[in-house]
Structure formats: structure tokens, C-alpha cells
């Protein structure tokens, strides 16, 4: 072996550095391997939702993000409003992936993880005690890796889920939509701009530093991936599908793709995970993939540190597969259905369609379930039985005694537990977990008690009002979310 991990990590996009950040800031040693030889300055995705922004938040970064972007509280075509949503961020973030990665990329450094650039996985092994991983440099010289667990952040084409020979079923869900990064002549007034007239398609979302990115789709000119892409047509869908092309010139990047609907059956196999694009993909429409691919990664990175540190069970990484795979098929529905509605509906039925899309969007409880679903606020995950409501429910921010945010105490990356000022709690209860959980209390009156995980989830809560009894039932939740062990765990032993 030429040099052992806790975790290797396939693949530096966004949920791959996350996940390198939250493993190095837990003590978890980590290398990235990334096929790419330094940062990409062209991306695909642009749009980072409200509950992205939240797990953002609670590592310090979602200030930063915003300062790159620019905050959009509608999603246009249908006019979503995000306005009211119930979180400091009530807008979609429209930023180049590129400033996701570079903020992800500096914290997880600054930890200490290592990223390996333009090094490729070869191939994948397993075996009862870890992975082996071979990768290849750029100059040919070869080395094999050993981790404990691997995770594969590697894309559509993962060769960490085909060195598994797990499927990827699915469908194509649209083929040639074309992109672009250019410059325009006349922005329009309102952006980001949408139109779809049945056959043909455009968005034209500006990032904010003069570069707008285009997207369009010709029903009638579909060709394969490889084909070389023609402003002059980008211009000509965007003047059929939106009324003009707004002088669009000097593009720094044409590119076509297509779109599928795709989902792995399992997303961990032993002792390897498949994190984002290598787990599910879906159509572009509603812009959740960069999100459900991070939120992946949050998911998993304090469950990994969990069992590397010996405070909890194997099986707690099985909780990944059972909360986060009924996500990517919600996800995958969710993205179907508005793209099918967008790019199927025949151009005489256009007006009806939009029309009748946004007579159902102004009845308030339909517009609040829809904007939770694509911003991401409404995920949970199923609690066990007999479990308190709150359990598996995502964490709303609140202030603290203390003068902080809730979010900002989730930023050591501990379980948070929230008490009641009265009764208090005797700080003897929680002292032998003190290593891993933070004990705080909020500002306002409550009558719960509230287990918040790293990844700004609810654990477990009461509403117990006797001292003794709410003590024992604190004492009881330590011991099952947060084990014993307060002690560091040993680096991986050589194999």
C-alpha cells in the first residue's frame, strides 16, 4: 500500500469537498482524488436552495456564498415564490458551481484534507477490514490507496459504482439541451428569463459578474452529445422561446448534453458509498442536483466520523441508504414532472398551461407545499416508532441565550441539545458526553427538549416536564446518538 485513510473520497465536486471538510474537521484523515488537474471555471449548475444554504450556514460559509451570487425569491416560468419561506434564506442563489467548490475546497484544506488533481480511479476493491483504490497520475505513475471506507462523488459515469456492479436504471429524460456562457448586448430587465413554446426552449440566467449562462432546447434539431454547438441556433431558440436573443456574443463556452432520469437501487455496498450525481440523477429543472448532492454528503459525513471514532454502531451508516435514497426518488419525480410539463406540452396549450400552473400556485397551501419541496425545507426523514413528531424533522434556526444562532453552535460540528431554561439541567447529566454534544438554551419559552444532529436534524426531543424524568430521558438519548467513548480514535492500523 502506498498510503492508508480513514475515508478516501472519488471525485472533488461539491459533495465530495463537503465531505472532506466535515470528515477533516471531525479528526477524520481523508484524501480526495480528483481526475480534473486544477479548478474548472465552467459548471452546469447554478442554483443553491434554501436548505443548501442552511447546511452552509452551519460551517460558517453561507455568507460568503451569497457575496458571489445573486438572490432570486421567484422561481420563474412558474413563479414559485420563495419569499415566505420559513429560514434566513428565503430565495434561490443563483451562483456559478465554481464558487461552491472554491469556498469547499479552502475549508477542507484548512482541516486538513488532502486533494489529489489530476489522478484517476482505475479500480475498486473491498475487503472485511477496507478499500483498496487504484489511481493512476497524469504521468502515468500508478499507487493504490487503502481506506477504511470509500465514497464515490465521481458523477453520472462513477467507475466507483461500476467497480461495484450496481445498476444505474433509468430513462433519458431530454437529449440535446444546449448551453452556453456568454455575454449579452441588451440583458433583459427581469432576470433570470424563461420560455417554452412546445418546441422549443430557453433560460438565460446572469451570474452576476457579466457572464449569463444560456440553456435552450430545439424539439426539432436533437442531436448527439458530441455535436458541435452553434451560438447562431442557441440565438435562434432563445428569440423562438423568448421574443429575443438579447445580442447574446463572445461565448466562453458551448457545450450539449442530455438529461437522465437515473437512481442506484443502493448507495452503500460494505464498505463503499455513492454520494450525488454517482447515486441519482434527474433533469435540471428546478435546479435541485448540486443541492440533493450536498445534502448527501451532510448526511453521511457525521455518521462516518461517528463509527471511525467508535461512538456508535455500523449500522448507523445504514441509516444513509434508509433517509437519503427516498430523497434522490423524490427528487427524480419532482424534476421529471416539471420538465415534462415544461418541454411537452404542445405550443397551442402553452398559454393554458402556464396559466393554469399559476392559478393553482396562488392557492396558499399548495404554493407553500411546492416551494418547501424544491427548496429543500420540507425534507425529513421517517422517525422509528412511537418516536416524539419532531424526531427526523429538519432544525429551524432560533437564537440562543448566549447571543448565537442555533446554527452557528452546529458549526463544531457536535450534536446540539437544546434545554428549557426551567426546569434546568443540572450539568452533570450531559458532563460525560461534553466531548460531543454542546448543551444550549434558547432565547424564547419552550417546554421541549430537543437533540439537534451535526447535520441539523432533530434526533430526539421530549416534552417531559419533571427534572428527573427529562434527565433520565436526556441521559438515555447521550448514550444511544453519542455513545460512550469521549476518547479520539486511533488513525487506521496498517492492514
Not at 108 to 132: C, F, M, N, P, Y
Not at 181 to 200: F, I, Q, S, W, Y
Not at 392 to 404: E, H, Q, T, V, Y
Request: proline fraction near 6%.
Amino acid at each position: 500500500m502506498d498510503s492508508e485513510n480513514d475515508v478516501l473520497i472519488v471525485g472533488a465536486g461539491p459533495a465530495g469537498l463537503l465531505l472532506a471538510g466535515d470528515l477533516a474537521e471531525s479528526g477524520v484523515s481523508c484524501t480526495v482524488v480528483e481526475r480534473r488537474a486544477g479548478e474548472s471555471e465552467l459548471t452546469r449548475a447554478f442554483a443553491v436552495h434554501a436548505r443548501t444554504m442552511e447546511q452552509l450556514d452551519a460551517r460558517g460559509l453561507a455568507d460568503d456564498l451569497l457575496k458571489t451570487g445573486i438572490r432570486n425569491p421567484v422561481l420563474q416560468f412558474l413563479k414559485i415564490d420563495l419569499s415566505r419561506l420559513p429560514t434566513r434564506y428565503p430565495h434561490v442563489l443563483v451562483t456559478p458551481q465554481y464558487n461552491t467548490e472554491r469556498l469547499l475546497r479552502k475549508r477542507a484544506l484548512a482541516h486538513g484534507a488532502q486533494i489529489k488533481t489530476a489522478s484517476e480511479v482505475t479500480a475498486l476493491r473491498q475487503d472485511s477490514s477496507g478499500v483498496d483504490v487504484d489511481v493512476r497520475a497524469a504521468d502515468g505513475t500508478q499507487e493504490t490507496l487503502r481506506a477504511a471506507y470509500a465514497v464515490g462523488a465521481d458523477g453520472r459515469n462513477s467507475i466507483v459504482r461500476r467497480s461495484l456492479g450496481l445498476p444505474f436504471p433509468g430513462r433519458s429524460a431530454i437529449r440535446s439541451m444546449m448551453l452556453a456562457d456568454v455575454r449579452l448586448a441588451t440583458p433583459p430587465r427581469k432576470p433570470p428569463t424563461v420560455g417554452a413554446v412546445g418546441d422549443a426552449f430557453a433560460l438565460i440566467v446572469p451570474f452576476g459578474d457579466g457572464w449569463f449562462r444560456v440553456m435552450a432546447w430545439n424539439r426539432h434539431h436533437q442531436m448527439a452529445d458530441n455535436t458541435p454547438v452553434d451560438l447562431a441556433e442557441i440565438r435562434a431558440v432563445a428569440q423562438r422561446a423568448l421574443g429575443s436573443d438579447f445580442g447574446m456574443h463572445d461565448p466562453r463556452w458551448l457545450s450539449r448534453f442530455h438529461s437522465d432520469e437515473r437512481q442506484s437501487p443502493r448507495y452503500r455496498s460494505g464498505r463503499v458509498f455513492l454520494v450525488g450525481d454517482a447515486a441519482h440523477v434527474h433533469s435540471p429543472a428546478g435546479g435541485m442536483g448540486l443541492n440533493t448532492s450536498i445534502q448527501d454528503s451532510a448526511n453521511l459525513g457525521w455518521k462516518l466520523s461517528a463509527v471511525l471514532h467508535d461512538r456508535a454502531a455500523n449500522d448507523l451508516l445504514d441509516t444513509y441508504q434508509t433517509e437519503r435514497h427516498p430523497v434522490g426518488r423524490r427528487v427524480l419525480r419532482m424534476s421529471g414532472a416539471l420538465l415534462r410539463g415544461v418541454l411537452t406540452t404542445p405550443r397551442a396549450l402553452c398559454g393554458l398551461r402556464d396559466f393554469s400552473a399559476r392559478t393553482v400556485l396562488r392557492i396558499p397551501p399548495l404554493a407553500r407545499r411546492v416551494s418547501r419541496a424544491i427548496s429543500g425545507i420540507d425534507i425529513a426523514y421517517a422517525p422509528p416508532a412511537g418516536a416524539h413528531p419532531l424526531v427526523g424533522r429538519r432544525a429551524p434556526d432560533f437564537l440562543l441565550s448566549d447571543g448565537r444562532r442555533l446554527y452557528e453552535a452546529l458549526r463544531t460540528r457536535k450534536f446540539v441539545l437544546v434545554v428549557p431554561v426551567t426546569p434546568a439541567l443540572s450539568p452533570s447529566v450531559t458532563e460525560p458526553w461534553s466531548a460531543q454534544v454542546e448543551v444550549v438554551t434558547p432565547t424564547g419559552a419552550t417546554a421541549k427538549a430537543v437533540l439537534v444532529r451535526p447535520d441539523a436534524y432533530i434526533a430526539w426531543a421530549t416534552s417531559e416536564q419533571q427534572p428527573e424524568r427529562r434527565a433520565d430521558e436526556v441521559r438515555r438519548a447521550l448514550a444511544r446518538w453519542c455513545g460512550t467513548d469521549s476518547s479520539p480514535r486511533q488513525q487506521l492500523s496498517s492492514q
